[in-house]
């Protein structure tokens, strides 16, 4: 060492350490990224922007949130993709990015309750109406679209009433009267639905279902088809500091190699044990999008490549709140609890829903499908019935 640069102490090694270790690792899987600041070599390149490939921030991207927001991009069919905390704060931005106050929004009567309860406890007190529609109006949505109508939802099927929607026709309608079109496509884990092919400007979903595929990971994405919806999406994703955890999203990379057979297994395991429940005198109606009990079922038939691992039953109407806790209770392998798309099967019980129409009073209980061997579900299922009944 020089008189001008003296062998630094060990306090400055820590941070500025001499060595580092060969970069050229090639592994199969992308590599965890973490970092907030990024370095410049110029004063004049130094920017704080959340457009452009290069890297600003880490609030903008590091190598591992592109690499995932690309792979779903390239996925989906979009013009780009932002990564976000979750699902739930995918709907907030879609918001957020497209309404202001005095403007209105639509959404279907069916979408996941956290959409609604936004729109109602927090949207509202913004100045946003949000009015909810019956999910299986196609184009006649356009009775309800205002001069302010500024963005329409669709969720397709519905959650836990399971309706399909009409999205092209919603589409055609919406952009005639100039109103984009949000997706909520978590149920076709953005490929069971190709929502850009029909016409959707946003499409969004959580990741936590499908692609993360284990429980163990919250984490969503919105995607974009115009360059509008990119401008918007892309300005608000910044402004709102939806920033993501790089280790996060190598789960939802390492989910989405396993996605294909995952979703396999999933689709014929829960149609088996739909087509059982189907056969059983104490159920009514099984509400799976491939079964023609399921509202909107022949536009699955049209729209969609396959059917996931989530549908509901509606009991017979003798069986009364008592008897269906009793029933969803005495199961073992299917476990109480919200979400899916995991590797376990889960039950829930539904009070009376808040729908126009199709509320069911109280008689629905949606179930998710796992990886277990179906013959033990259904024994599972039997067993459980055979108590109640
Ligand atoms: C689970 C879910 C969400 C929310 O996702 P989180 O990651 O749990 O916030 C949104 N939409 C639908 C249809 C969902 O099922």
Not at 226 to 254: F, I, K, M, Y
Not at 316 to 345: K, M, N, Q, Y
Request: aromatic letters at 8%; one cysteine or more; hydrophobic letters at 45%.
């Amino acid at each position: 060492m020089t008189d001008e640069h003296p062998a630094p102490h060990w306090r400055t090694k820590l941070v500025h350490p001499g060595v580092t270790a060969p970069q050229d690792f090639r592994a199969l899987v992308p590599a965890v990224h973490r970092g907030s600041t990024v370095l410049f070599d110029r004063v004049a390149d130094a920017r704080d922007d959340w457009r452009g490939d290069g890297y600003t921030y880490g609030l903008y991207g590091t190598p591992t949130t592109r690499e995932l927001a690309l792979r779903v991009a390239d996925l989906e069919g979009a013009k780009a993709s932002f990564v976000v905390p979750g699902g739930q704060a995918a709907i907030a931005l879609v918001y957020l990015a497209h309404c202001r106050a005095g403007d209105h929004a639509l959404v279907p009567e069916s979408a996941y309750r956290p959409n609604r309860e936004l729109a109602d406890k927090l949207l509202a007190g913004l100045g946003i109406e949000v009015q909810a529609y019956d999910p299986l109006l196609g184009a006649e949505i356009t009775t309800l679209i205002r001069p302010n109508t500024r963005l329409i939802w669709c969720e397709s099927p519905g959650t836990i009433t399971m309706e399909v929607q009409d999205v092209p026709a919603i589409v055609a309608t919406a952009h005639e009267r100039g109103v984009p079109v949000a997706l909520d496509n978590t149920y076709a884990a953005g490929v069971l639905f190709d929502a850009f092919a029909h016409g959707v400007d946003v499409s969004m979903q959580a990741l936590t279902k499908y692609v993360g595929g284990h429980s163990d990971l919250l984490l969503g994405t919105v995607s974009v088809g115009t360059v509008e919806a990119h401008e918007r999406v892309g300005a608000t994703h910044g402004l709102l500091g939806l920033a993501v955890s790089p280790d996060d999203c190598a789960l939802a990379l390492r989910g989405l190699e396993t996605l294909a057979v995952r979703l396999d297994r999933l689709q014929a395991t829960a149609l088996n044990v739909a087509h059982w429940l189907k056969t059983r005198p104490e159920v009514e109606l099984v509400l799976h999008p491939a079964l023609p009990d399921c509202p909107g079922h022949d536009v699955w038939r049209r729209d969609f490549t396959g059917s996931a691992s989530v549908f509901s039953v509606v009991f017979r109407p003798e069986w009364d709140a008592e008897r269906i806790t009793r029933f969803v209770e005495g199961l073992r392998l299917f476990r109480l609890g919200f979400s899916w798309g995991g590797t376990h099967s889960l039950v829930m019980a539904y009070p009376p829903l808040p729908r126009m129409q199709r509320g069911y009073e109280g008689r629905v209980v949606r179930l998710n499908v796992g990886l277990e061997e179906p013959a033990d579900l259904i024994a599972d299922l039997r067993h459980s019935l055979s108590l109640v009944s």
